[in-house]
C-alpha cells in the first residue's frame, strides 16, 4: 500500500512544502498543482489515492473544484480531503456538507495529519471491498 500517489492542491508554497515532507517522509509519492484548475486537471490525468484540497485558491476555490471532481466520472470516487485555515465549527460543518471526505485545518497538526490521511484511504479501500 505504499507509494499511493497523494495530489496537494494548495497555493502557499510554505503548506506545500510541509504536506509534501510529511507525506513523502511516509512513503507516499506526491504531486502538486496551485490552482484548483490546474489540480482537477492533473486528477484526470494522474488518477490519485487521495486529493488534499486548500478552500482558499486564486481563482477556483476548493469547494466549487470538488463539485467538479464528483461531477467527472474519472474523478468522482477519488476521496477528497479539505485543508482550511478556518477552525469555525460553522465552517467546518459545511465543508462536510459539501461532500468533502474529511477536513484538515491549517496549521496542519504534524501529530494527526499523516493517521487522518491513512483512515481517509483505509475507508475508501473499505467502501470498495463491500461493493
Ligand atoms: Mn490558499
Do not use: C, W
Request: proline share 5%; charged share 25%.
Amino acid at each position: 500500500m505504499a507509494q499511493e500517489l497523494i495530489l496537494i492542491v494548495e497555493d502557499n508554497e510554505k503548506n506545500i512544502k510541509l504536506v509534501r515532507d510529511l507525506l513523502q517522509f511516509n512513503g507516499y509519492e506526491t504531486i502538486e498543482a496551485v490552482t484548483a484548475e490546474e489540480g482537477i486537471e492533473i486528477a484526470r490525468t494522474h488518477h490519485p489515492a487521495l486529493i488534499l484540497m486548500d478552500i482558499q485558491l486564486p481563482g477556483m476555490d476548493g469547494k466549487t473544484a470538488l463539485q467538479h471532481l464528483r461531477a467527472d466520472p474519472l474523478t468522482k470516487a477519488i476521496p477528497v480531503v479539505a485543508v482550511t485555515a478556518s477552525v469555525m465549527t460553522s465552517e467546518r460543518d459545511e465543508i462536510l456538507k459539501a461532500g468533502f471526505d474529511g477536513y484538515q485545518s491549517k496549521p496542519i497538526s504534524i501529530k494527526e495529519f499523516i493517521p487522518a490521511i491513512k483512515n481517509v484511504l483505509n475507508s475508501r479501500l473499505d467502501s470498495q471491498d463491500a461493493s
